[in-house]
C-alpha cells in the first residue's frame, strides 16, 4: 500500500478491484486528454462509451435495469480515481450518478425505472439535475420555477441555472413549485427528456475550472408534463431534493480528495526532481511540511467521505456526514491544490504545468452541492437533533 490509498479500512475484494479498473482506466485513458480537455472546454465524448461500459454510469443501479449494482463505497472509489486524473470527467460521472440516477432509482415507479435507468445506466443516455435557479442557490424553498397542474398532467414556467451536464444531457430532475408561498412544502419534483418543447438550454457557462464539465441554464416555456414525468409526489419534492444533495455531497467529498491526490502527486514528483542548494527540494523542512499537511488532509477526507458512504450503503442516517465530508474534503481539496502550486514555485503559475489547473478545479468543490456555509449549518442543525 502506496500514500495514495492511505490507510482507512479494509475495502472488499469487489471494491478493492472496482478501484483498481477504475485507476487503471483515469491513468491510461482520462489524464492523458485531462490538459487538453480543460484548455479546449471540450466534454470528453470520447470517453463516453468505455464509461458506460465499464458499469462507472450505472454504478449502484441493480443489474436489472443495466447497472453494476455495485456498493456506495465502490461509486465513492470510482469518483475518487476519475478525480485524480480529471476533475470535470468525475464531476460528469458524479452528477449524473447521484442527482439524476439515484432519485429516479430512489423514488421512481416501476415504470420510471424501466423507462430511464437502462439507458442511463449503461451510458447511453446522459442525466442532470435542475434545482437551482438564477436567484436561488442554496435556498431550495425560494425557487420561482412554477408548476401548474393542467387536466391529469402539469405545465412548467421558468428557469434553472447551473445545470451540470445541462447541454449534452438527455433526461433531467427538475423542482418546481406549486405556490411560492408554501416554501419547502410546495415543490415537486419531476424527471422528463430534455427534448420536450418549450425547454431552451442557455449557452454553456465559461468556468474558472472544471472546463470539460459542461454547464448551463435553461428555462421552461409552458413546458407540458405528464404524470408519468412526476418523480414521488406532488408537493412533496422538497425531500427527494435533500436526500439527493446528500448524496451528491459524498460525490463531491470523493472528487475533492481525488483533486487533492492529484496536487499532492504532481507536487511530490515535482519536489523530488527540483533542486535547490544543492539538494531536492524535497529534503527541505518547509516543503516536507507542505507535503505532510497535505497528505494528513488527504486520508482525512477519504475516511470521512467512505464513512458517509458506509452508512449510507448500511441504510443508515448520513445526512451530517455527509455534510461533514463535503465540507472537509473540499477545503482540504482546495489548500492541496494551494500548496502544490507553492511547491512548484513560478512553474505552479503557467498552464505547461498541471498545477494551476488543480487549484482552478478544486475552489468550486466548496460551491456546488451546497457551499461550505451551508454544510456547516447542515451539521449543526443535525447535531442538535441528535
Not at 41 to 60: D, I, T
Not at 212 to 238: I, M, Q, W
Not at 355 to 377: N, P, V
Request: charged share 20%; glycine share 10%.
Amino acid at each position: 500500500m502506496s500514500w495514495i490509498d492511505g490507510f482507512v479500512f479494509e475495502l472488499s475484494e469487489e471494491d478493492r478491484m472496482v478501484q483498481e479498473t477504475a485507476r487503471a482506466f483515469a491513468t491510461e485513458k482520462v489524464l492523458p486528454l485531462a490538459a487538453t480537455l480543460d484548455r479546449e472546454h471540450r466534454f470528453p465524448k470520447e470517453l463516453m462509451p468505455e464509461l458506460g461500459q465499464l458499469g462507472f454510469m450505472g454504478a449502484v443501479v441493480p443489474t436489472q435495469y443495466k447497472g453494476a449494482e455495485l456498493s456506495q463505497i465502490a461509486y465513492a472509489l470510482i469518483v475518487e480515481e476519475l478525480a485524480a486524473a480529471c476533475a470535470s470527467t468525475s464531476i460528469i460521472v458524479s452528477a449524473h450518478n447521484s442527482l439524476c440516477v439515484w432519485p429516479i432509482l430512489e423514488y421512481g415507479t416501476p415504470e420510471q425505472r424501466e423507462s430511464y435507468l437502462p439507458g442511463l445506466a449503461s451510458g447511453t443516455q446522459l442525466g442532470c439535475f435542475a434545482l437551482s435557479e438564477p436567484g436561488t442557490g442554496s435556498d431550495v424553498a425560494g425557487l420561482t420555477c412554477t408548476v401548474k397542474r393542467d387536466g391529469d398532467g402539469f405545465i412548467v414556467n421558468g428557469a434553472k441555472n447551473w445545470i451540470t451536464n445541462g447541454p449534452v444531457a438527455d433526461t433531467c430532475v427538475l423542482f418546481a413549485t406549486s405556490d411560492i408561498s408554501k416554501g419547502s412544502r410546495g415543490l415537486t419534483a419531476f424527471v422528463h427528456p430534455m427534448s420536450l418543447p418549450g425547454i431552451t438550454r442557455g449557452k454553456p457557462e465559461d468556468k474558472l475550472g472544471i472546463r470539460a464539465s459542461p454547464t448551463c441554464g435553461s428555462t421552461y416555456d409552458n413546458v407540458h408534463l405528464g404524470k408519468e414525468h412526476l418523480l414521488g409526489e406532488f408537493d412533496r419534492g422538497f425531500k427527494v431534493a435533500m436526500t439527493t444533495l446528500d448524496g451528491g455531497r459524498i460525490g463531491v467529498a470523493a472528487q475533492a480528495v481525488g483533486i487533492a491526490r492529484a496536487a499532492l502527486r504532481d507536487a511530490l514528483e515535482y519536489a523530488k526532481q527540483r533542486k535547490s542548494f544543492g539538494h531536492p527540494i524535497h529534503e527541505h523542512q518547509s516543503i516536507q511540511n507542505y507535503l505532510a499537511e497535505m497528505i494528513v488532509k488527504i486520508d482525512g477526507a477519504r475516511y470521512l467521505t467512505l464513512a458517509a458512504a458506509h452508512l449510507k450503503q448500511a441504510g443508515l442516517p448520513y445526512t451530517r456526514q455527509a455534510a461533514m465530508a463535503k465540507l472537509f474534503a473540499s477545503e482540504a481539496a482546495t489548500f492541496a491544490a494551494h500548496r502544490g502550486l507553492q511547491i512548484h514555485g513560478g512553474y505552479g503559475f503557467v498552464t505547461d504545468f498541471p498545477a494551476e489547473r488543480h487549484l482552478r478545479d478544486a475552489r468550486i468543490t466548496e460551491i456546488y452541492e451546497g457551499t461550505s456555509e451551508i454544510q456547516k449549518i447542515v451539521i449543526g442543525s443535525a447535531l442538535a437533533k441528535e
